[in-house]
């Protein structure tokens, strides 16, 4: 282990739809970020209805460099302060994923820095470590052994690890990723892409549950955060809700007339595997089965609530029963999906019947896809390394390519 006391990383990330750089630095074994830049592709995608994977990448050639450029000037750092600069190899689309791996490449070879390939899901695991000031950074804590939940478009896992960059997969997703079953219920509704965050819009209309995130241990995921998960959608659900309030009867009808309950796949099967691929189906009966005229606003917001109670009940009764099993003294939630507010509550409802656990999410900021989770991860496997190690990373500016199918170890 090599004791020097800073070490700064340059992370890009490029794996679907947003391109994002970000700096990183160390502080008492901490990630501390000191810049995380996003450009979002969500505006050029909508209009396709999902993320079209040549597009992304001619977009994020186009990107990559103002925003990495951004980053290093809003951290204050030049080449000579970077150590080491890091990429997402994989999982994720490849026309996406080579834009920033080869920008990665070029820049390593210039500077002549070693370059570390990250596993997108190990980052998002990551992204729940990270510090966003050095006056906040204190020394870290206990983690193992951790559960991560992760739950992003494309992964449905649940992770156990005894130490960092140490994965045991409890369980995984058979068919649909819980994000991917978000984004498909959505277009069945005729939402706009991405679904997640509109489906859990819509679904908050239906029911408020008391808001409880005392239990939850993340200085920089403040109570502000927790309402503003839908983004800039905040004044439109408030007044969406007033006007359902103002018929309240009218809406209690409709929603118990339309809506049945939804399956809840896999929740006995005595694993921690998950299917989402059944429910989606069942969601499609229930839209196919009632008239036009009656899919009306209501019917699509209970309809969103429903579903999202469906899938939430099972990824909470899994984890619980992981939680029993195992015995975490840590629990993440990691990948895109951990922004959904109903997902926090419940978990932060369920976890204070286990003292010994502590449950940890990540600032919602760095929930959705950004490069300061995956510098986090690379930063604390850069600090395990020797310096003879540090130097043979060197070579991956020439051989490094990106994997779809990465596996995370
Ligand atoms: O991690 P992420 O940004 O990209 C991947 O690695 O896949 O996750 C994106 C996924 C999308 O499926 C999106 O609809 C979903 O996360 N998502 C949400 C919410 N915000 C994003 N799902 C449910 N509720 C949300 N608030
Ligand atoms: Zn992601």
């Given at each position: 282990?090599?004791?020097?006391?800073?070490?700064?990383?340059?992370?890009?990330?490029?794996?679907?739809?947003?391109?994002?750089?970000?700096?990183?630095?160390?502080?008492?074994?901490?990630?501390?970020?000191?810049?995380?830049?996003?450009?979002?592709?969500?505006?050029?995608?909508?209009?396709?209805?999902?993320?079209?994977?040549?597009?992304?990448?001619?977009?994020?050639?186009?990107?990559?460099?103002?925003?990495?450029?951004?980053?290093?000037k809003?951290?204050?750092?030049?080449?000579?302060?970077?150590?080491?600069?890091?990429?997402?190899?994989?999982?994720?689309?490849?026309?996406?994923?080579?834009?920033?791996?080869?920008?990665?490449?070029?820049?390593?070879?210039?500077?002549?820095?070693?370059?570390?390939g990250?596993?997108?899901?190990?980052?998002?695991?990551?992204?729940?470590?990270?510090?966003?000031?050095?006056?906040e950074?204190?020394?870290?804590?206990?983690?193992?052994?951790?559960?991560?939940?992760?739950?992003?478009?494309?992964?449905?896992?649940?992770?156990?690890?005894?130490?960092?960059?140490?994965?045991?997969?409890?369980?995984?997703?058979?068919?649909?990723?819980?994000?991917?079953?978000?984004?498909?219920?959505?277009?069945?509704?005729?939402?706009?892409?991405?679904?997640?965050?509109?489906?859990?819009?819509?679904?908050?209309?239906?029911?408020?549950?008391?808001?409880?995130?005392?239990?939850?241990?993340?200085?920089s995921?403040?109570?502000?955060?927790?309402?503003?998960?839908?983004?800039?959608?905040?004044?439109?659900?408030?007044?969406?809700?007033s006007?359902?309030?103002?018929?309240?009867s009218?809406?209690?009808?409709?929603?118990?007339?339309?809506?049945?309950?939804?399956?809840?796949?896999?929740?006995?099967?005595?694993?921690?595997?998950?299917?989402?691929?059944?429910?989606?189906?069942?969601?499609?009966?229930?839209?196919?089965?009632?008239?036009?005229?009656?899919?009306?606003?209501?019917?699509?917001?209970?309809?969103?609530?429903?579903?999202?109670?469906?899938?939430?009940?099972v990824?909470?009764?899994?984890?619980?029963?992981a939680?029993?099993?195992?015995?975490?003294?840590?629990?993440?939630?990691?990948?895109?999906?951990?922004?959904?507010?109903?997902?926090?509550?419940s978990?932060?409802?369920m976890?204070?019947?286990?003292?010994?656990?502590?449950?940890?999410?990540?600032?919602?900021?760095?929930?959705?896809?950004?490069?300061?989770?995956?510098?986090?991860?690379?930063?604390?496997?850069?600090?395990?390394?020797?310096?003879?190690?540090?130097?043979?990373?060197?070579?991956?500016a020439?051989d490094?390519?990106?994997?779809?199918?990465?596996?995370l170890?």
């Open positions: 282990m090599n004791t020097e006391k800073s070490i700064n990383i340059l992370a890009i990330e490029t794996s679907c739809d947003d391109t994002a750089a970000s700096v990183v630095t160390l502080i008492d074994g901490v990630p501390t970020i000191l810049s995380s830049v996003v450009s979002s592709q969500i505006e050029l995608h909508r209009q396709y209805g999902g993320v079209v994977p040549a597009l992304a990448a001619r977009e994020h050639v186009k990107n990559l460099v103002p925003v990495i450029d951004e980053a290093m809003k951290a204050g750092v030049s080449q000579a302060d970077i150590d080491a600069i890091a990429v997402t190899e994989g999982p994720g689309l490849i026309p996406a994923l080579l834009a920033g791996v080869s920008g990665a490449k070029a820049l390593a070879l210039v500077w002549q820095k070693p370059l570390i990250i596993h997108h899901i190990e980052g998002h695991i990551y992204a729940n470590f990270v510090r966003e000031s050095k006056v950074s204190q020394k870290s804590k206990d983690l193992f052994p951790l559960l991560a939940l992760v739950v992003s478009g494309g992964h449905t896992e649940l992770v156990l690890m005894n130490d960092h960059f140490e994965y045991e997969i409890l369980g995984r997703t058979k068919d649909d990723a819980a994000g991917e079953a978000f984004d498909k219920v959505a277009k069945m509704l005729g939402l706009p892409y991405p679904g997640g965050p509109e489906v859990a819009a819509r679904a908050a209309l239906v029911t408020s549950p008391a808001r409880n995130a005392t239990t939850v241990n993340n200085a995921c403040s109570d502000a955060d927790w309402h503003s998960v839908a983004g800039g959608r905040k004044s439109q659900v408030e007044s969406q809700k006007e359902i309030e103002s018929d309240v009218k809406f209690k009808i409709q929603n118990s007339k339309f809506v049945s309950r939804f399956p809840r796949p896999m929740i006995d099967s005595g694993d921690y595997d998950f299917s989402f691929s059944g429910l989606k189906t069942a969601v499609l009966y229930e839209i196919r089965k009632t008239a036009e005229p009656d899919q009306d606003e209501p019917f699509v917001n209970a309809i969103c609530h429903a579903f999202q109670e469906a899938v939430v009940d990824l909470v009764t899994k984890t619980k029963r939680i029993e099993e195992y015995m975490p003294t840590t629990l993440v939630i990691a990948g895109g999906v951990s922004a959904n507010i109903s997902l926090r509550e978990l932060t409802t976890i204070q019947e286990f003292p010994y656990t502590t449950f940890t999410v990540p600032a919602f900021r760095y929930s959705l896809d950004n490069a300061a989770m995956i510098g986090s991860a690379a930063i604390l496997r850069y600090a395990r390394l020797t310096t003879d190690e540090r130097e043979a990373l060197k070579q991956n020439i490094l390519e990106p994997d779809a199918n990465f596996p170890r």
